[in-house]
């Protein structure tokens, strides 16, 4: 069984930095498709990154797309999201989803989309 651990989350000041990791376990990790997504309060779950099995094809939020980084590591099992320059509205929980998939450079851009979920961390921007 798939299991998502992130990691990662806190406190930070607008125009700071904050990497989240998220590691997956049961599965190999390459068979997957990965993704961060985000939701803040009152809001809708929304995409923030996705990457594809093979690392390469990357696929970015409009609104974040020039301060996030996501990355991968198949040999550690872990996917990562650099957040730079935060802004307040960066406050959210934020969650690591998987999807297999045997395309080499498939992403997917909705949460429908993704089968398996981690717990979340949260992430707060002080103004």
């Known amino acids: 069984q798939v299991q998502l651990v992130e990691s990662g989350g806190g406190l930070v000041q607008a125009g700071g930095s904050l990497r989240l990791s998220c590691s997956l376990s049961?599965?190999?990790?390459?068979?997957?498709?990965l993704a961060w997504f985000r939701q803040a309060p009152g809001k809708e779950r929304e995409i923030v990154a996705s990457?594809?099995?093979?690392?390469?094809?990357?696929h970015y939020a409009a609104s974040v797309k020039d301060r996030i980084t996501i990355s991968r590591d198949n040999a550690k099992n872990q996917v990562f999201l650099q957040l730079d320059t935060v802004k307040p509205e960066d406050t959210a929980a934020y969650y690591c989803?998987?999807?297999?998939?045997?395309?080499?450079?498939?992403?997917?851009?909705?949460?429908?989309?993704?089968?398996?979920w981690g717990q979340g961390t949260q992430v707060t921007v002080s103004s």
């Open positions: 049961g599965r190999p990790f390459s068979n997957y498709v």
């Open positions: 990457i594809s099995r093979i690392a390469g094809r990357t």
């Open positions: 989803a998987a999807r297999q998939s045997f395309s080499d450079d498939n992403v997917y851009y909705t949460a429908g989309a993704y089968t398996h």
